[in-house]
């Protein structure tokens, strides 16, 4: 009799070898210790000097010892909760799992009526939050821009308070300082009950973001300090340029971006030791020819997957990046690039996966880019699921009742499994060609714009508690008094 039979839990993509893996750690322990930070923020130093880290200046470098002392603190799973209370809809954040979602802040937007780019507005929003919860394959929400018709400092509090009522999966959610995080926290708190069952029962992760190279800005910390005080999973994420902001060898950015992301772990531990923390880094290259940063480079496959596994290796879960393109609008270049760095992040179980529907090199959302990318999820999800051998999937006593010159239509094993076995698509077209010309001959750019249409026109999000409109309300005025008074 055999236990534990099953060895693999589906496909899965392995760059670097363990002993490569330690190497890369030695390096990024290095540079916290001997090379440092700038960090921009005297609390933050404080809190790291009493950490054990050494303080010169603007300057901290952080022993070896306490960054693995942070690391250890900081958990692997944990999870991320839909706002309604759907357990399908709950983010498990844990090993082997890869999960999809929107991006935050491009300033333009593809129009759905119109098709043309233009400013990206607040209706946009509720645009996306609406879309993104009807779809199967996303797990999360970002905006995919930011509002361009209100204050700009309000930007990201009128963001999510237009999301929140149109989804009610989780949302990844970011600010420019800590006001607006307040304003943020304050809606999902009200939703989940108060601030202990908040922290029970997580419904949003704040993003924050350093600067490449090798500095920690104020505004990042603020935001840091504040997720790790209320228990708010954060990402801490750097965004360097292969050969810019960042060594040109993909060995070397991720080095570098670890270093730039550890640093916040650091302090969140401290702070709050098991605060849930995702490492990040939105790896890519400078194009030496356009100067872009290319989010459709082989480059930036290549180097998420060696950050993930780096995280992984490390045991934290990681911020990654996929279904993004270069190219400007819903064309063939947009569902190469997007499909092949979606695989690649399903392939390395990239535990939060973001920028699914960036287009023109992260410059404007595409909610048309996040409906084909939900396609090419559903396709890497079936690849990644791999193949399970037991005595049922075997098969050797159907093959053997069919036997030579029958068919297995009619098996009972048939029935039982082919809905589980097969993908079914819901963009791609399968029909043969007469049936395909008498449905119209449309092209995948048609459908996933009829798609897009169909969804907001008949997809009704879970409704929030009355309590949570009135404080939604409420801040939203508090904020507008806050500018006012600042002007």
């Known amino acids: 009799m055999r236990a534990n039979y099953r060895v693999h839990s589906g496909t899965r993509f392995q760059l670097l070898s363990n002993d490569q893996l330690q190497e890369m750690l030695d390096g990024v322990l290095h540079v916290l210790e001997y090379t440092g930070l700038e960090v921009y923020h005297e609390e933050a130093r404080a809190i790291l000097k009493e950490a054990g880290a050494w303080v010169d200046g603007l300057l901290v470098r952080i022993p070896a010892s306490i960054v693995k002392d942070a690391l250890q603190k900081a958990p692997r799973s944990f999870t991320i909760f839909a706002r309604d209370g759907n357990p399908a809809n709950d983010i498990h954040i844990g090993p082997g799992r890869a999960h999809f979602g929107p991006g935050p802040t491009p300033p333009n937007f593809t129009d759905i009526d119109t098709l043309e780019r233009r400013p990206y507005v607040r209706n946009d929003a509720a645009i996306v939050a609406k879309v993104c919860d009807a779809l199967p394959n996303i797990d999360f929400v970002e905006s995919l821009g930011t509002?361009?018709?209100?204050?700009?400092?309000?930007?990201?509090?009128?963001?999510?308070?237009?999301?929140?009522?149109?989804?009610?999966?989780?949302?990844?959610?970011w600010s420019f300082d800590k006001d607006d995080a307040e304003d943020i926290h304050r809606i999902a708190v009200a939703a989940a009950g108060g601030q202990e069952a908040f922290e029970r029962?997580?419904?949003?992760?704040?993003?924050?973001?350093?600067?490449?190279?090798?500095?920690?800005?104020?505004?990042?910390?603020n935001k840091l300090l504040f997720a790790a005080r209320h228990r708010v999973p954060?990402?801490?994420?750097p965004c360097p340029l292969a050969g810019g902001t960042a060594p040109i060898t993909p060995a070397g950015i991720i080095i570098q971006a670890a270093a730039e992301s550890w640093m916040g772990l650091v302090i969140a531990q401290h702070v709050r030791p098991g605060t849930p923390f995702f490492m990040g880094g939105v790896l890519s290259i400078m194009d030496m020819k356009d100067m872009?940063?290319?989010?459709?480079?082989?480059e930036l496959s290549l180097m998420m997957a060696g950050i993930t596994e780096?995280?992984?290796?490390?045991g934290l879960p990681l911020w990654q990046t996929g279904g993004c393109t270069d190219s400007k609008t819903l064309d063939e270049q947009a569902a190469i690039e997007g499909s092949l760095s979606v695989f690649f992040s399903a392939l390395t179980a990239g535990d939060l996966c973001h920028d699914v529907g960036y287009t023109e090199s992260g410059l404007t959302g595409s909610i048309f880019q996040t409906v084909m990318m939900n396609e090419a999820i559903g396709y890497s999800r079936r690849i990644t699921r791999g193949i399970e051998v037991n005595e049922d999937t075997l098969a050797v006593e159907v093959i053997n009742h069919v036997g030579p010159n029958g068919h297995y239509l009619r098996e009972e094993h048939t029935r039982r499994h082919y809905k589980k076995e097969f993908w079914y698509p819901k963009l791609m077209d399968r029909r043969n060609f007469e049936e395909w010309e008498v449905m119209g001959s449309?092209?995948?750019?048609?459908?996933?714009?009829?798609?897009?249409?169909?969804?907001?026109?008949?997809?009704?999000?879970?409704p929030i508690k009355p309590e949570t409109e009135q404080v939604i309300e409420q801040v939203l005025v508090a904020a507008e008094e806050r500018v006012r008074n600042n002007s």
């Open 442 to 462: 449309s092209r995948m750019r048609d459908r996933v714009i009829a798609y897009t249409h169909d969804i907001l026109a008949s997809h009704q999000p879970a």
């Open 292 to 298: 872009i940063l290319a989010y459709g480079a082989p």
């Open 201 to 221: 029962r997580p419904s949003y992760v704040h993003y924050c973001e350093p600067l490449s190279p090798l500095v920690s800005t104020e505004e990042a910390l």
């Open 147 to 173: 509002i361009s018709d209100v204050h700009p400092d309000l930007a990201a509090s009128y963001e999510f308070a237009t999301m929140f009522p149109n989804t009610s999966k989780p949302i990844v959610a």
């Open 234 to 237: 954060v990402i801490f994420t």
């Open 310 to 314: 780096l995280a992984h290796f490390a």
